[in-house]
């Protein structure tokens, strides 16, 4: 694709529902992040993929979160019971294997009562 | 831990004038620092890319540079315009790949 999707681009869950959000990076880009980004603050790292391997999850903040990339393209980032502390942008961005700029999706504002 | 400071955090600008939005991090063993635009509702833009053995980049209006013994940035935006109104965030790689953002300065240029 021309860039980065995310979907939905808006979410609201219920306190303790389970929800799923859909990364789709650009074509032929092997390097995969997300992001979580608190209203007035930077994005904050969460996982990082290089084909469908997870490198690196040390900013997952809980293991009610949990992230996979099966085939290496499409990412999904899967948050298990969810809190009101949740809430906030996730945002995802790929590159290529020996890129080192990023490309961001629009993000997705998810939103936990 | 690498810790990322911008200042000012809000920063109101009449059109024309040219602006410098500073960037300080705590750890100088970085592998690059970028600067990014984010517009209000929307994902980032990467707008310069300095390697760590590299002193300053340029492109059209924007000038950023990396001072890492200081352990500063700046990016230097020059004759403003209400179009470059958004928030701008500086963020560092080190060894892993992840980047660590700055809390970002929004900029507002007024016509």
């Known amino acids: 694709g021309a860039g980065v999707s995310q979907s939905p681009r808006y979410k609201v869950a219920k306190r303790g529902q389970d929800v799923a959000l859909r990364c789709d990076p650009i074509s032929g880009h092997v390097s995969l992040f997300w992001y979580q980004q608190a209203l007035g603050q930077g994005p904050e790292f969460l996982t990082y993929?290089?084909?469908?391997?997870?490198?690196?999850k040390s900013g997952l903040p809980s293991d009610r979160f949990f992230a996979e990339r099966p085939e290496g393209s499409v990412s999904t980032l899967k948050i298990q019971r969810t809190q009101q502390e949740d809430s906030a942008v996730y945002l995802c961005a790929s590159s290529t294997v020996r890129g080192e700029k990023l490309f961001f999706g629009s993000g997705t504002q998810l939103s936990v009562l | 831990k690498q810790e990322v400071t911008q200042i000012p955090a809000a920063l109101s600008v009449p059109e024309g004038e040219n602006l410098v939005l500073n960037c300080s991090f705590t750890?100088?063993?970085?592998?690059?620092l970028q600067w990014f635009r984010q517009d209000p509702g929307k994902g980032l833009t990467s707008l310069l890319l300095i390697q760590s053995s590299q002193r300053e980049q340029t492109s059209g209006r924007l000038n950023a540079s990396l001072d890492k013994s200081s352990g500063r940035s700046t990016l230097y935006i020059a004759a403003s315009q209400p179009g470059d109104s958004a928030t701008y965030l500086c963020a560092l790689s080190g060894s892993a790949r992840q980047l660590t953002f700055g809390s970002g300065t929004q900029l507002t240029v007024l016509p």
């Open positions: 750890d100088s063993a970085i592998y690059n």
């Open positions: 993929f290089q084909n469908e391997a997870q490198l690196d």
